[in-house]
């Protein structure tokens, strides 16, 4: 469309559902959680959004929600709080070293949000048998925290455990978080839930003095438990980081995990496949509930709490998995070619689009910001961490620029690329085009952003454009690719 003023119909699609932060020109990016083990008081979210509590299910630490401690400001046993999960959570109440907050009934999970239960705001994510499905904006929320350097708790159960009768189990709910998301749905944990319903076993953890989770400060792991659940099947060709820790009797390698772990871009991952072993026998009335945190014949209180430590970044990696220390070969940009609309990245609305007017360089959406004729600007970003563990960080992308300004010598019209730090402040400018860049067809981009590794940095791109004539910025096919 050179030499033309465009009129783009903005998409009206609401991102604040989808917790990103939208203004209308110069926009600064809420910086998305912080690496699990930059934090000095470890923040643990337990969602209680997805009918945790339908049938005798009663996963929650507290009935005050979201501050358990406005129940009980110093609790010192498994009743001072109300819930089946309340032992759990007064075990990490009481070292000092964790702030717990609930995840409120018709809530929903958000990322990059003002809530004070946005996942921004948390290391980890507890999901503790839910039993209705994410939603879109909330798959996008999860796998984007995880990815940014979040920990993910996901506690399954049996095959059938449909508490609610709305059609959803467990397993099948979270399998469609994993195979059905706009930031990766091609198997990101190496692992996919097992459609079983075990009735009893005594799993056995393997023998690893090094793993974290199994030999942490909360004690040495060597059995849970099984009261109707199911497992898992290990898929490391698809992530290298998986690891079964514990194993359903007669079942080993890539079969049977009952407790596995893996890492996810800079977070970690951990799963469970019964919520018997967390649930203390305590709860809300009328309830009928089973105490496996006390079961004398495994160690689930152990796993449990040692497990959330490492997922908070405060064990060691211990062949676990990587977390923000290691580096898993990886593409780290959600919706890195567009495709999935306005989700992932944070743009002024309307510059991610399947407008006919300008060509995608693959797929049918890209990112165009100005091409107005007006004195506008544009923007487009995304948070990421890249890990410490990271040598090579290796930013891509595509621009079409096109313009109607006819001088071959004067900037009137720019797009910046710059990273910022988690304040806002830049920390480089990576190459400012123009109207005198302009071009037929798409050009490729490249910079290194190794010497970010270990940070959480953002991604932004800015487009000004002058008074007068029009100029397009179009972007496509983005990765941040490390290894």
């Not at 503790?128 to 909330?138: G, I, R, S, V, Y």
């Not at 953890?205 to 004690?219: E, H, K, P, R, Y």
């Not at 006919?356 to 091409?371: C, I, N, P, V």
């Not at 952003?449 to 454009?465: D, N, P």
């Amino acid at each position: 469309m050179l030499g033309s003023r465009r009129s783009r119909h903005r998409l009206t699609t609401a991102l604040a559902g989808l917790g990103l932060l939208v203004t209308g020109a110069a926009l600064q990016v809420s910086t998305g959680a912080a690496p699990a083990h930059a934090a000095t008081t470890h923040r643990i979210l337990f969602d209680n959004a997805h009918a945790e509590t339908a049938g005798n299910a009663d996963w929650i630490i507290s009935t005050s929600q979201p501050d358990p401690l406005s129940q009980n400001s110093n609790p010192t046993s498994e009743t001072s709080w109300t819930g089946a999960l309340s032992s759990w959570g007064v075990a990490l109440q009481q070292t000092g070293s964790y702030s717990l907050k609930t995840l409120p009934s018709g809530s929903a999970l958000s990322y990059g949000g003002s809530s004070t239960t946005d996942l921004a705001n948390f290391d980890t994510l507890v999901l503790p048998e839910p039993n209705t499905l994410f939603t879109t904006a909330e798959k996008t929320a999860i796998m984007t925290f995880v990815k940014n350097g979040g920990g993910l708790f996901i506690i399954s159960d049996h095959t059938g455990s449909d508490r609610n009768s709305d059609g959803y189990d467990a397993v099948e709910i979270f399998n469609d978080l994993m195979t059905n998301n706009s930031v990766d749905s091609t198997d990101p944990f190496g692992f996919s839930i097992d459609s079983l319903d075990i009735s009893s076993d005594y799993p056995t953890a393997i023998s690893d003095s090094t793993n974290a989770v199994l030999n942490g400060s909360f004690g040495k792991v060597s059995k849970s438990l099984i009261a109707d659940g199911t497992t898992v099947t290990l898929k490391p060709s698809d992530n290298s980081a998986v690891k079964g820790l514990v194993y359903r009797t007669g079942y080993s390698g890539n079969t049977g995990a009952f407790f596995a772990t893996s890492t996810f871009g800079s977070g970690r991952v951990a799963f469970w496949g019964d919520s018997s072993p967390v649930d203390d026998g305590t709860g809300q009335s009328g309830n009928t509930l089973y105490d496996g945190w006390n079961d004398t014949g495994a160690q689930n209180a152990a796993l449990a709490l040692n497990a959330t430590a490492w997922l908070a970044g405060t064990g060691t990696s211990g062949g676990g998995g990587g977390g923000s220390t290691t580096c898993t070969a990886s593409q780290l940009l959600g919706n890195n070619g567009f495709e999935s609309g306005n989700t992932v990245w944070t743009a002024t609305s309307g510059v991610i689009t399947n407008s006919s007017s300008e060509a995608a360089r693959t797929g049918s959406y890209k990112a165009w910001l100005d091409g107005y004729g007006t004195a506008t600007t544009d923007t487009l970003s995304q948070s990421v961490t890249i890990p410490s563990g990271c040598t090579t960080a290796a930013l891509s992308f595509y621009t079409h620029i096109d313009t109607a300004e006819t001088t071959t010598s004067t900037a009137y019209d720019t797009l910046k690329v710059q990273v910022l730090n988690s304040s806002g402040t830049v920390l480089s400018t990576l190459a400012t085009y123009s109207n005198l860049n302009a071009a037929s067809g798409y050009v490729a981009r490249s910079f290194s952003l190794a010497s970010y590794a270990g940070q959480t940095v953002t991604l932004k791109f800015t487009g000004t454009e002058g008074s007068t004539l029009q100029t397009s910025f179009v972007i496509d096919d983005t990765a941040l690719n490390v290894s």
